[in-house]
């Protein structure tokens, strides 16, 4: 795929490559091949990653990709353009309404994973700013790529959403990789972090204290 083609390519290769910005005049809108190139590139960036994980189980979801390419296209681009663009949030970053699953929020993740640092920078930028509640209701959603932001997750049914064994595998990894300390005191992933770690507990997180779902009631 030929690089610097479109506003929308650029941002996305810039912040996945080299986890910069390109800035740009204006917002521009998104066209249909720029929609295509952009999953088929993340559909193979997808593949490469999943011979980390080496499960034929997860497979791609271009919906969830794409929108959420789209969401941080748009977030960054706002960050950059501030002038009467409150009124447009609707338009530019939607919900999310197809399915909600291990995978599209693996498929999200491609593009999601860059969302924190977007809106940790927006609240130093602006901290009433209405962009930022919409981002970290996004984040909640696909509360895999926000690891390591600090979200009120308590409502989630924890057992259910983990019940994908290479997806619970990865966010259990994540959560020990950004030392995500709130969600590794939930009970529930208290005990899969303890069982993993087993008796090596101290070399992958001394710190982390164990659990007891008993205590927490």
Request: with cysteine; aromatic share 12%.
């Amino acid at each position: 795929m030929t690089e610097n083609t479109s506003p929308f390519l650029d941002t996305l290769f810039l912040l996945r490559k080299e986890e910069c910005i390109s800035v740009f005049s204006d917002i521009q809108k998104i066209s249909a091949k720029e929609e295509q190139d952009a999953s088929d590139y993340f559909e193979a960036e997808f593949e490469k990653e999943r011979l980390e994980f080496l499960s034929d189980r997860i497979t791609y979801n271009k919906e969830s990709a794409i929108w959420a390419a789209k969401v941080l296209y748009y977030a960054a681009q706002l960050y950059l353009i501030r002038e009467n663009t409150a009124k447009d949030l609707d338009l530019l970053i939607p919900e999310f309404t197809g399915t909600k699953n291990a995978f599209s929020q693996l498929s999200a993740d491609l593009s999601l994973r860059f969302l924190p640092q977007i809106v940790s920078a927006l609240q130093v930028l602006d901290p009433v700013d209405p962009l930022i509640g919409r981002l970290e209701s996004i984040l909640l959603q696909f509360h895999y790529s926000g690891i390591g932001y600090d979200l009120d997750l308590g409502k989630i049914d924890w057992e259910d959403e983990l019940k994908e064994p290479t997806y619970r595998k990865l966010y259990i990894e994540r959560i020990v990789e950004k030392k995500a300390y709130r969600l590794a005191e939930i009970p529930y992933i208290n005990q899969l972090l303890m069982a993993e770690f087993g008796l090596h507990k101290d070399e992958f997180w001394r710190e982390l204290k164990t659990i007891n779902e008993e205590e927490n009631r």
